[in-house]
C-alpha cells in the first residue's frame, strides 16, 4: 500500500506512519471494510508494502525483484485455496486457510504481482515518473503508456515542462 511506504506523493514531501497505531489508522482510513487489524499487523503489512515496492517500474532488474518477490511468497506459505463461509460462495484465494492476516495479505498480493509478471506484463507495474512522487501504481491504458500515478502528478509534470520549454532550457 503506497500509504504505508511513500515518501514523496504529489509533488510534496510526506512521513509515511511510523507507529503500529500510526499505521493501522493509515489502513483504516483507505479500507474501511477490511476487518480487525491490530497496531501488529499494520506493522507486518508496512513490512510487506516496503518489500514488494521494488516490484513496481522493476524494468531490467524485473529477474532480481522475481527473486526477491519468490522468497516472499515461500515465507508467507502462498497456496491456491477455495476458501469461503458456510453460507457463501467460494473465492480463490492464495493463502491457506487460517493464515495470520500479514500472511494472508502478502500472500495474496504477492501472488497477484507474481502473476502479472508470469503472464509478460510487468511493464504494467509501474512507479509514478513526475519529481517528488513515489507512488505506485498498475497501468491498465490499452497501450501500457501510463507514466504518472494520476492526473494531478501529470499535469505537474506538463506544466513543469512548459515552463522549462518557456525559459529556454531543456529538462
Known amino acids: ?31 474501511p471494510e477490511s476487518g480487525p487489524f491490530t497496531a501488529a ?4 503489512l508496512a513490512e510487506v ?9 522493476a524494468g531490467d532488474q524485473i529477474r532480481v525483484v522475481a527473486t526477491r518477490l519468490n522468497d516472499l511468497l515461500i515465507r508467507h506459505r502462498a497456496v491456491p485455496s ?5 453460507d457463501q460462495r467460494l473465492v480463490l484465494a492464495f493463502h491457506r486457510a487460517g493464515a495470520p ?15 502479472v509478471i508470469g503472464v509478460g506484463q510487468s511493464d504494467r507495474l509501474g512507479a509514478c ?3 517528488k512522487c513515489s507512488l505506485v501504481f498498475f497501468d491498465t491504458t490499452r497501450n501500457a503508456s501510463r507514466r504518472f500515478c ?21 529538462l
Open 1 to 31: 500500500m503506497n500509504c504505508l511506504a511513500v515518501t514523496t506523493a504529489h509533488g510534496r514531501a510526506t512521513t509515511p506512519p511510523r507507529s503500529g497505531e500510526e499505521r493501522l489508522a493509515a489502513i483504516s482510513a483507505r479500507l
Open 41 to 44: 499487523d499494520a506493522d507486518g
Open 49 to 57: 508494502a516496503a518489500e514488494l515496492r521494488p516490484v513496481f517500474g
Open 82 to 86: 477455495l476458501l469461503g463461509h458456510p
Open 101 to 115: 492476516l500479514v500472511d494472508a495479505w502478502a500472500a495474496d498480493i504477492g501472488t497477484a504481482l507474481a502473476m
Open 129 to 131: 515518473q513526475a519529481g
Open 150 to 170: 494520476d492526473l494531478s502528478c501529470q499535469n505537474r509534470a506538463k506544466a513543469s515542462a512548459y515552463r522549462a520549454r518557456r525559459a529556454g532550457r531543456s
